[in-house]
């Protein structure tokens, strides 16, 4: 884990309200990563006190120069970032938290991985992992949730890995694209089609959607992973403002926090 | 070579002013990949309760300009756990070690002093009042000067480590607290806690926080605090700390020199974890800038008309 300053490399308008920014990273950064791990990012240059705390993002992409995040505007910050000059300087700290298991997941497995729509970032940082290690795409089931088909992000990408294997279905809340309605009822067909052999879920989206995620896969017996948000004000463990409620812990202190703990925890062990 | 060490009461040496604020520094041993915990003036535990508390429901955090409200709601992992599990690494890592602890009554107050009066490793304790005296009906300890006194007299008989008292500043008259712990025995006073404060959310029409009010800090409350600070430290003879939304080390300076001793860095740790280690070598920096040896004569030497 690195404390270091980042200089903005590259800033790519994907849809009015969603960019991607290129980062410089430290020369072991790479190495240090796992898929599902995130940075806490500055979103103003130094010294400046607004907004003052760092916020949390999903390290989506590895580049040969740092790595790449996938933003959407909701606030002030990612506003301010948004329209962050090149070559300015932010001020960085990662990569933080609990990836994805990725080392438990066997290559003969079947993967399902769920992204809700910014939720993409951090599955595709898992889809990379995948095909740097060479799983077979013919195992990996991938379904994209949003609410219209233009929030829809790198799907040209995910369609040529479809004529290598990989499995791609699509959920829009208004229709514009693939089933009409939410990524769960895919999810759900899917997981009785297949009932004798339940693959692996990977997921990140919007709370809602990881909340109904993980009741169908504990009914369907899955094992499935979730990576939670959280307001974070430190994102190292130390402010013990980012907690969230976990079943395997006594009732008396039931917390876990999300950026130290998590942010990827096993459904079961949540209080969904 | 210039000396940054200050004396906080008769007992307790800092190596140089710079502190950590409880509750936003761990149990210490978290920062250590951040920076040297024997470099600071001393490390300031996260405030422990007898027993381990859970704290409160989320959100327990949101982000207001220049600074932040939070109501953790003093989750802790008890005394006991932190004597077997956090301490051997501040003595380890040969830290100063202050440590901040609450309760709910004097009895429990008194017991934790006495608790921690025994073990070797700790160089100081500092006491939150701002806590809840369910046995006054849940007024805070410290927001009246009797209360507040009664209790640093029963902690004071408890224990022979030097004090340091944390006052709220959610009073009408800090001044008269501080005198009133100050003549109760306590060695130090440190101020500001946070202020009481609330976010709303338009949308939904809901507080933000789950427990509806949480405490403001950060950038924010430093013109507050650095008021509070230069009052109290005119009007008591005993060390002043000064704390509230020191983010750099000129605002560590402005403290120093309206009269604190030492002084806090909390919600800016967050921000940058290595902050405090940055601030006691800028000081140092500072001094021989200014060709000042002892940092004793920078202390208070604010100049009025
Ligand atoms: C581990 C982790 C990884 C993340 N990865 C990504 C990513 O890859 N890409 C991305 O775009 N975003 C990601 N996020 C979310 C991102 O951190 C927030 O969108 C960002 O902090 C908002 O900052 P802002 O200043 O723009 O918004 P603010 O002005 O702070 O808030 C905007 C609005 O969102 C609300 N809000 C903010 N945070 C939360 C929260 N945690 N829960 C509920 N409401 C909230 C605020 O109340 C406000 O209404 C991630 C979050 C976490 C915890
Ligand atoms: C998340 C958080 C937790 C805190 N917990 C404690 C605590 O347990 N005991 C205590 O005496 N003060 C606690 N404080 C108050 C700080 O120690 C400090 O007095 C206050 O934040 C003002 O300083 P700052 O503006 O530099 O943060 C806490 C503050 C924050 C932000
Ligand atoms: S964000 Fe501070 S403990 Fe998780």
Redesign the interface.
Known sequence: MFLFPSTVLQLTELTPDTFRIRLSSPENFARQFIPGQFVMASVAGPSHLDPLLKRPFSICRLRPDGFELLIKVVGRGTEILQHMAIGTLLSLHGPLGNGYPVNVIGKDRKIMLVAGGIGIASIISLLDYCLEAAYPLKNINLILGARTSSELLYIDEFRQLTEKGLTLSIATDDGSRGHRGLVTDLVSRQLQNNAENNPIILSCGPLPMLTALGKLAVEASCPCYLSLESRMACGFGVCLGCVTRNKTKDEKHPWVKVCHDGPVFDAATLQL | MIDLSVLLGSGLRLKNPVMTAS????YGR??E??LELNKLGAVVTKGLSLL?K??NE??????T????L?A?GL?NIGVEAFLSDELPALKAAQATVVVNFFGETIDEYEELAEILDQETGIDALEINISCPNVKAGGLQFGTDPRMAASLVTAVRRRTSLPLITKLSPNVTDIISIAMAVEAAGSDCVSLINTLTGMAVDLQSRKPVLANITGGLS??AIKPIALRMVHQVARNVNIPVIGIGGI??TNDALEFLLVGATAIQVG?C??????ITAEIAAGIETFLHESSISHISDFIGSLQLA
Do not use: W
Request: with cysteine; proline share 23%.
């Open positions: 509750g936003t520094f761990g978290e920062y990949p951040y381990p859970p704290g989320p959100p327990r955090i949101v982000e300009p220049c600074g932040m939070n953790i989750e950060g950038p983010s750099s919600t740790n967050f921000v940058n974890p290595a």
